[in-house]
């Protein structure tokens, strides 16, 4: 615990953000179809929504995160977080308010727009927000409890999303979100940029620990004061390690993403899931993951390394989407999703590996860089997967296969581990050179 000291306020932070807005995520699919296409169990045009709205999202999360993540690099975490946390508040008041037709179409046209400050940024800010506060050494361990903290926030909002009437769920999801954002400005302190962490002797939580691979000696320089395109581009082709990282990245999106915008409306057609279910699914997912990065990633990271862990999480995530698109029974989803377990090592133990390769003052240039990466994939995604999951779900379907979209997406995700191989063998590379540098130095 003496690893979290300085993070407990942004921990509640993100505990109160996730918990706001993952309450409407069981009941905005039924919510959405019964506004759209009142009795019906399948709905294109709820889909096709979906899917517009998660790409509008992805694209403008690619052109806003890096910008924000380096603006908090000058200007400060704190300050820059209190973005994300306010434009949020918005679509949920709407939903608040009511949830027919207009108040549906109003909520996804808002969202659209909030969520280009949200999505992408709430995750790179407070992952550099922690990257301040922590030595490479226990960074993993940071990041894996940061996650496991966001998670808890979605297990717990599923478990009340579970008992909660509808009405009542949107309206405990905005006054959350104002709390959360009250709660920010009031308790959680602005961080030095890292330079606590610059002398050995300062470093508050971890002893200190040599450089990881032969590229750190040679951190990063400033990339500037404002952040563009061409930081982002001139970021990962400074190591090959990023680069890869940054594919890795892209590929793994790419799957995740089409399966976001295809999975409920595919058990909703393929066994008639409704809110109960949905949140009953999430919640063992969500169970599973939170404990997992709670207590199995900080045990499991110092003793076989952040590159292990990335491949055992991209492979559990494809035979996750793999098991789920051939469902043939309602059982099998469930079971899928204790595969949470493994694939929850996935984005901490990336984020750990981008991390490690900057320096204090372009974590949040890292961080933003990495999220606008997947967001590209974000922007594509749905209009692959969103169109070819209208189709099977339809009368007019090919062939009979509901859930071929979704195979589709883990055969993504296995390209991603495949391809996260080469990024491991750089990394131990690299770290085999500096070893062989040091022996000959001394």
Request: aromatic letters at 10%; proline letters at 5%.
């Amino acid at each position: 615990m003496e690893d979290l000291k300085g993070l407990w306020h942004l921990l509640v932070c993100a505990f109160l953000f996730y918990f706001a807005n993952c309450i409407v995520i069981p009941s905005i699919t039924d919510v959405t179809m019964e506004a759209l296409c009142p009795g019906e169990d399948r709905c294109s045009l709820a889909i096709y929504l979906t899917g517009l709205t998660q790409a509008i999202t992805g694209l403008g999360t690619f052109l806003v995160t890096p910008v924000i993540g380096n603006l908090s690099d000058k200007y400060g975490r704190k300050t820059m977080l209190t973005l994300p946390m306010t434009v949020c508040i918005i679509p949920l008041v709407i939903l608040a308010f009511g949830r027919g037709r207009p108040f549906v179409y109003a909520y996804y046209g808002i969202k659209m727009l909030t969520g280009m400050f949200c999505d992408g940024t709430m995750l790179c800010l407070t992952h550099a927000y922690v990257a301040d506060k922590t030595c490479e050494r226990r960074r993993i361990s940071a990041f894996g409890v940061l996650s496991g903290i966001c998670t808890a926030g979605f297990v717990s909002a599923t478990l009340t999303a579970r008992f909660v009437p509808t009405f009542l769920t949107f309206k405990i999801s905005a006054a959350v979100a104002i709390s959360a954002m009250l709660y920010l400005r009031f308790f959680l302190a602005e961080t030095d940029g890292g330079a606590s962490l610059a002398e050995e002797s300062c470093r508050p939580l971890c002893s200190p620990s040599p450089p990881s691979d032969s590229e750190s000696p040679a951190k990063l320089p400033i990339l500037g004061k404002v952040s563009s395109l061409l930081d982002m581009v001139s970021l990962f082709r400074s190591s090959l390690i990023l680069s890869r990282a940054a594919v890795v990245a892209f590929i793994d999106s790419f799957g995740s993403s089409g399966l976001q915008a295809s999975i409920l409306y595919f058990l909703k057609a393929q066994f008639r899931f409704s809110k109960d279910q949905f949140a009953d699914l999430m919640l063992i997912s969500g169970v599973a993951g939170a404990i997992s990065q709670l207590l199995l990633m900080p045990t499991l990271a110092p003793a076989i390394g952040e590159e292990i862990l990335l491949s055992v999480g991209l492979f559990a995530s494809f035979a996750n989407v793999l098991l789920t698109s051939i469902a043939w029974s309602s059982w099998v989803p469930y079971f899928a999703s204790t595969f949470v377990v493994l694939s929850v090592f996935l984005h901490p133990c990336l984020r750990t590996i981008v991390s490690k390769r900057v320096g204090p003052n372009d974590q949040g240039l890292a961080q933003g860089s990495i999220t606008g990466i997947s967001s590209i994939a974000s922007i594509i995604s749905p209009m692959l997967f969103t169109p070819l999951t209208a189709l099977f779900l339809s009368e007019s379907a090919p062939f009979d296969f509901k859930g071929f979209s979704l195979m589709c997406c883990g055969f993504a995700q296995l390209t991603a581990f495949f391809l996260s191989a080469t990024m491991i063998s750089a990394i131990r590379s690299s770290k085999q050179n500096f070893s062989n540098g040091e022996t000959t130095a001394v």
